[in-house]
């Protein structure tokens, strides 16, 4: 199974960007990224269902606390990568579009990482939500720099 990586028409060398051509690579890499969500949620009602609170809406034991805190800060990081995304799909040169693929992989694995290292300590979270933010943050920089810098006349276009 191959996923390609060069957008249709990109094989011969010559290649025109558009915006319907940058998208494909980006849209075939999107949808993997919520994969860990339902393997968090289901984790969440587990360990709500085994903690020994005898009220199960009451005050949140460390160990429902954990994938809680999980589910919700990949959702909020997911929704800012799927957007930072379709913006750099745009902006990137042709050649650095196997950019994508990286990152995906990468932002799976450092919410993975989070979530251990949350698990184990909170004091050791840090690591992985820098491997999560760090690369956002790369984005939103490269992002605005094609915006504002490399294509200001197609800003309002």
């Not at 360990?47 to 809680?68: D, K, M, N, T, Y």
């Not at 994508?100 to 919410?111: D, E």
Request: with cysteine; aromatic share 14%; net charge neutral.
């Amino acid at each position: 199974f191959v996923v390609p990586l060069l957008p249709p028409g990109a094989a011969d060398g010559v290649f025109l960007p558009s915006l319907c051509s940058l998208t494909p690579p980006w849209l075939l890499w999107a949808p993997t990224q919520p994969l860990s969500l339902p393997s968090g949620m289901i984790v969440s009602g587990i360990s709500r269902l085994c903690s020994s609170a005898l009220e199960p809406f009451g005050e949140l034991q460390r160990e429902v606390e954990i994938h809680r805190t999980y589910v919700s800060q990949s959702v909020h990081l997911f929704i800012l990568y799927f957007f930072n995304m379709a913006v750099l799909a745009t902006y990137l040169p042709q050649e650095l579009l196997k950019l994508i693929p990286v990152l995906t992989g990468l932002f799976a694995i450092s919410r993975l990482v989070f979530w251990i290292s949350y698990a184990i300590g909170r004091s050791f979270r840090a690591f992985g939500f820098s491997m999560t933010f760090l690369p956002l943050l790369a984005m939103l920089l490269w992002n605005l720099y094609g915006m504002f810098v490399l294509e200001p006349e197609n800003l309002l276009a």
